[in-house]
Structure formats: structure tokens, C-alpha cells
């Protein structure tokens, strides 16, 4: 499974998520009292930032499982006849149901997880390979490509993704100020596409420093692993800029908050997604912290 994409994989699996796209809108979600006072309705420290690293899925984009499919359990339920998932299942094997790959995904995925307990607390999957093994099992064509598509097609079903009121903008503004652009995400190969469907443009050319894109998938751990914000913080230094100089945006006071906190990042929580949300007050790690600022739109992060 390390075969790369083409350059013609790539635009024919971006126009595939354009024409999959349906316009998902925030739902913006109470916060508990006591966390009102951190919202900010300018900008917040990010004004004084030397660099901005974000997260992705309910951070620039709306999620309809507020994370990537991986680790969401929103999206397509399944069992409806004209449900995407149903379709896909069908596409697959007339005889299969939606229900049918997502048990089939959850489990292959527990299995790799507990595979890998022994090696780290945040072990993550190459979704290509777990849906190559369901293509090889039913003797169809278990190539790169054929594994890559399916791959796609299931998260386009369980996880339909729009860009975030402002995300484009937002991300122009901070670079045309001289911010240095970053993301830290839970990924998996499709993720860079979703820039490319919907900004028309990899995120290297939107203008995130190509050493400061930092995917779970590459790093084989996913957040809140010290080894993704760490990786963060030491290519930033090595280009002069601190930890503390530098803030991070995210939805989840777990994965996010406490993963950037660790590293040293200024925390800037996003709550402009109650899909996407994650306060985590049932986790003692995440309850004992508090980010610097809380924005309910990406452009407060510019100023906008």
C-alpha cells in the first residue's frame, strides 16, 4: 500500500469529493457559563502569533461526525435504501448492507488498534489498507486505486464535509500577514483532497508551510500524541519561532487542547461547531485545562 497517487488519481478523486459535497452549515453550540468569559469577538492571541497551526476536520471544515470518519459516529446511519452508504454497499456487493461495512471497518480497525497497544496509547490505521484487505477477501481487485476509491467513498458516506464559514479567507488573511500556517490532524490520504476539491489548491500552495503539516496517517500516531505537536514544536524552533510564539486551533479540548498545552502552543478552542465540539469534561486530563480563548468564527483568528 505504498504506491503513491498520480497526479490524475489525485484530480479524479478531488472531483469526486466536489460532486459528492452537500453544503453543510455550523451549528453553533451553548457553552457552559463559566467558559463564556474566554470567548473573544476580535482577535484573539493569534493577532500576536508568529505562527497559526490548525486542526481540520470541525475546525476548517464542517463535519457531519465533527471528526474524521475514523473516529466519528455522525454521518450516514445506514439502513435508508437511497442512503450513500446503502449505495455503497450495494456498488460493492448487491448482497451487502451499509451496516455491513461499517461493522467491517470498526472492526479492523479495533483489531490494528489493539495490534498496536503495545507500541503507543494513539496508534492509527491506513484506511487504503483496511479496505484493500475487504476487496482481496472477496476476490475483486485489491490494487491502489480500487483501495483508495472505496476508502474515499465510505468516509464521503459516513462523514459529508463542507468548508467552514471563512475557512478560505481566513486562511489568505494569516498568510498575507506573514503568519507562518501549519496543521496538526487526524488524517488519512484523502484529507489533503478535501483543499484541493474545495480551495482548488493543496494546502502547500494555500500557503501552510509544507514542514509544518503534520497528518496522523504519515506519523502512524494520531492526537493527542506528544509526536504530531512535538514535531510541531521542534520544526518551529528550528525556524526561530517558539512554541509559545505560535497558536494552535482546534475543536477538542482532548485531541487538541490538551495535545497542543502539552507541547507549549497557545490554545485557541473553537466552538463554532456543535457537531464538532468536544469540551471532554468527562476526561480529568482535558477538564483541568482551559484554553486561552475560545472563537465561534474562524475569523476572529484574523481579525475578521
Not at 484530480?11 to 451553548?30: D, H, K, T, W, Y
Not at 475487504?134 to 476476490?139: A, H, K
Not at 467552514?164 to 488524517?187: F, K, Q, Y
Not at 500552495?205 to 503534520?214: N, T, Y
Request: glycine share 10%.
Amino acid at each position: 500500500m505504498d504506491e503513491e497517487m498520480d497526479e490524475a488519481e489525485r484530480r479524479r478523486l478531488a472531483a469526486l469529493i466536489r460532486e459528492s459535497a452537500v453544503p453543510l452549515e455550523p451549528e453553533v453550540p451553548p457553552l457552559p457559563p463559566d467558559w463564556e468569559a474566554l470567548l473573544v469577538a476580535g482577535p484573539p492571541q493569534a493577532a500576536e502569533s508568529r505562527a497559526v497551526l490548525f486542526d481540520v476536520y470541525g475546525t476548517l471544515f464542517c463535519s457531519a461526525a465533527g471528526d474524521i470518519g475514523l473516529a466519528g459516529d455522525g454521518g450516514d446511519p445506514g439502513g435508508k435504501a437511497d442512503s450513500p452508504l446503502e449505495a455503497l454497499a450495494r456498488r460493492c456487493d448487491p448482497r451487502l448492507t451499509g451496516n455491513d461495512l461499517r461493522s467491517f471497518f470498526r472492526r479492523k480497525v479495533s483489531e490494528i488498534h489493539r495490534s498496536f497497544s503495545a507500541e503507543t496509547a494513539w496508534p492509527e490505521v491506513r484506511v487504503e489498507a483496511i479496505w484493500a484487505d475487504f476487496l482481496r477477501g472477496r476476490g475483486l481487485d485489491a490494487g491502489g486505486e480500487a483501495s483508495r476509491e472505496l476508502a474515499l467513498r465510505y468516509e464521503l458516506a459516513v462523514n459529508p464535509v463542507w468548508p467552514m464559514p471563512g475557512a478560505a479567507e481566513t486562511i489568505a488573511a494569516l498568510r498575507d500577514s506573514g503568519r507562518v500556517l501549519g496543521l496538526i490532524s487526524n488524517a488519512q490520504f484523502f484529507t489533503p483532497l478535501l483543499f484541493e476539491a474545495f480551495f482548488d489548491a493543496p494546502p502547500e500552495k494555500l500557503g501552510f508551510d509544507p514542514e509544518l503539516i503534520i497528518w496522523s496517517f504519515v506519523m502512524g500516531e494520531a492526537k493527542p500524541s506528544p509526536r504530531l505537536f512535538d514535531a510541531a514544536a521542534r520544526r518551529l524552533a528550528s525556524r526561530g519561532i517558539a512554541a509559545a510564539e505560535s497558536s494552535f486551533l482546534g475543536n477538542d479540548m482532548f485531541s487538541d487542547m490538551y495535545g497542543a498545552a502539552r507541547a507549549g502552543f497557545q490554545c485557541v478552542l473553537f466552538a463554532g461547531d456543535g457537531r464538532s465540539l468536544r469540551l471532554r469534561q468527562d476526561n480529568p486530563l482535558a477538564r483541568a485545562l482551559r484554553p486561552s480563548r475560545i472563537i465561534r468564527s474562524l475569523g476572529d483568528m484574523a481579525g475578521g
